[in-house]
Nanobody, 121 residues
């Protein structure tokens, strides 16, 4: 099986920074895209940032210029560097990874349990 574990969330003041990590472990042959989503209370889950296996990135308009996604394939880990945080960034942040467990298997999505980010003074 495959496990996805997020870490790095917490309470930060407006204008501050946090770095989230997403570690993928277990039976892994290959990881394709890795994504960060967030969900605030009463709102739908939204895609924040995405990085492909080739390193191409995409961001939600609301975080462009403030957030940066990266990955370390040797560690099967993705990161989300969040700068200039705003109260509206407050949400539970979830990582999603597209994983192939063996050479002949299909790609499957795996989700972590989420990490809470709270931006408040």
């Amino acid at each position: 099986q495959v496990q996805v574990v997020e870490s790095g969330g917490g309470l930060v003041q407006p204008g501050g920074s946090l770095r989230l990590s997403c570690a993928v472990s277990g039976r892994i042959f290959s990881i394709s895209a890795m994504e960060w989503y967030r969900q605030a209370p009463g709102k739908q889950r939204e895609l924040v940032a995405r990085i492909t296996s080739g390193g191409s990135t995409n961001y939600a308009d609301s975080v462009k210029g403030r957030f940066a996604i990266s990955r370390d394939d040797a560690k099967n880990t993705a990161y989300l560097q969040m700068n200039s945080l705003k109260p509206e960034d407050t949400a539970a942040y979830y990582c999603n990874a597209d994983v192939k467990e063996a050479w002949g298997s299909t790609w499957q999505d795996y989700w972590g349990q989420g990490t809470q980010v709270t931006v408040s003074s």
